[in-house]
């Protein structure tokens, strides 16, 4: 089985959320189960030297964009085993940020169709195209289009995959000819409100839809959550999977990451270590007993922080704990926890930056692991929360809602504490009962034993996108 992922981006190379660490860790997965798996994303400006200096060149090719033809250069790597081939156009891809400029439409056209100009080039038919997120989403849509007549592209397969549906790609009509090339025929399978809309064409010319959780996978067949394309999902429900992600089980283990402050498995002492660590780092109050909460999170409305700013002073107020927050994002939210750092210096430290060494430190660190996510599709950082014996204290949405189990007291089952409505004091009694079982030692044993069992691998995951490569190959 042959297989190409295609994405904007992926870890270790560039990184902007939760894609990148899929793109980074499913491929290691696969190959391990046996795929011949590799994968495909823009060279941008901002990747590190330490790679693009063992870039080597493959071949140069020219990729139509509308009436236009333009240089694609493509280069590759071969990192922990996985052969990644990297688009090179300076105009599209020599910026400083991977997204959010006017020509986005453009930009992402010209590597969605330079993707399947390529294949013959690299010397690679893959039987499967796994395209990842809006930013890949026409290429099933292209194939179609300008390629199923050509015996080389005509068994190939696609597999499109959900990792946000709040950002979709949504472009004026010229773009269907004037950057895609394709005429009024296809504009069906894209429109959107009159515009053409990039994921909604992955949507409809894939042969098979996942999703990064089961849960969510439910979601966005609803209004709510479906950002008019619950129709359409509905429509192809027979072909939408959803696929709870794994992480880097290898390189996020607190017995071996370089980061923390102690290494450890499982022991509780040890953990404690860390917590003192980052007591010491950040200038709190040095006590390994109280309960320390955490977030790293992007500081933006959809990850629950309308909720978290409603009831902290409450919380920091009347309860012994301490809160670390890292993250970047919303300006009212880095100034409200500034503040809040401002008004409670010996318990709550506010690091509004973005820093990876730091990030493992805290979850090392903490005790409980806070994200009241408005909505989460699968959720990463509760998954990484749980390898390091971090409780998570979440919604029940999305991928939370299948990783996060409410502990039970009386059977001791169960990873973490979970709330289902979206509700500021539903969150502070939830976070309050954590609090609660971390004081009584041998429920707190119990718990974080749950945690530290759990397989957060891509293992079971991977063996799931496999068999629908199969299934749609026939």
Not at 133 to 162: C, E, K, M
Not at 186 to 196: K, P, R, S, T
Not at 262 to 285: D, H, I, M, W
Request: charged residues 20%; contains cysteine.
């Amino acid at each position: 089985m042959k297989v190409l992922f295609a994405a904007a981006e992926g870890h270790p190379f560039i990184k902007t959320g939760g894609l990148a660490d899929v793109i980074g860790a499913l491929p290691k997965a696969l190959k391990g189960a046996g795929v011949d798996i590799r994968v495909i994303m823009p060279k941008y400006r901002g990747i590190p030297e330490t790679f693009t200096s063992q870039l080597q060149p493959v071949t140069v090719v020219n990729v139509p964009v509308g009436w236009r033809s333009q240089y694609c250069g493509i280069e590759r790597l071969v990192h922990d085993g996985i052969t990644v081939y990297f688009i090179d156009n300076e105009y599209y891809f020599g910026r400083d940020a991977i997204y959010g400029y006017m020509d986005d439409g453009e930009r992402f056209a010209f590597f969605n169709r330079a993707v399947l100009e390529c294949l013959p080039a690299i010397d690679f038919q893959p039987d499967v195209l796994h395209c990842h997120d809006w930013h890949a989403a026409v290429i099933p849509l292209l194939l179609q289009g300008h390629y199923r007549h050509n015996p080389f592209y005509s068994d190939i397969r696609t597999v499109f995959t959900i990792h946000n549906l709040l950002y979709q790609g949504v472009f004026p009509y010229e773009v269907l000819s004037g950057l895609l090339g394709l005429d009024s025929n296809y504009f069906l399978g894209v429109e959107y409100y009159g515009n053409v809309n990039y994921m909604k064409g992955g949507l409809v010319y894939s042969d098979h839809i996942t999703t990064v959780s089961p849960t969510y996978a439910e979601e966005i067949r609803t209004p709510y959550y479906g950002y008019g394309l619950d129709g359409l999902l509905n429509e192809r429900a027979d072909s939408l999977s959803g696929i709870v992600n794994g992480i880097d089980t290898k390189s996020y283990n607190p017995a071996s990451d370089p980061h923390i402050f102690t290494r450890y498995r499982s022991n509780l002492a040890k953990k404690a270590e860390n917590k003192v660590g980052l007591q010491q780092e950040l200038g709190l109050p040095v006590n390994p007993q109280v309960p320390l909460v955490a977030m790293v999170t992007r500081l933006v409305d959809s990850k629950g922080l309308d909720l978290v700013t409603r009831v902290l002073d409450e919380l920091l107020y009347n309860d012994e704990f301490q809160f670390v927050v890292l993250g970047t994002g919303d300006e009212s939210y880095e100034r409200w926890f500034r503040e809040a750092a401002w008004r409670y210096p010996d318990k709550v430290s506010s690091q509004i930056t973005f820093s990876e060494g730091l990030s493992r430190k805290i979850y090392a660190a903490s005790d409980l692991f806070l994200m009241p996510s408005k909505f989460e599709p699968c959720g990463i950082s509760q998954l990484l929360a749980l390898r390091y014996g971090s409780i998570p204290v979440v919604r029940e949405t999305g991928g939370l809602n299948d990783t996060v189990h409410s502990y039970n007291e009386v059977t001791g089952e169960g990873n973490g504490f979970t709330f289902k409505d979206y509700n500021a004091h539903d969150m502070m009694h939830t976070l309050r009962r954590g609090i609660s079982i971390y004081n009584q030692p041998e429920h707190w044993k119990r718990i974080t034993k749950n945690a530290f069992a759990g397989d957060y691998s891509w293992n079971v995951s991977a063996q799931q996108y496999i068999d629908i490569y199969k299934r749609i190959k026939g």
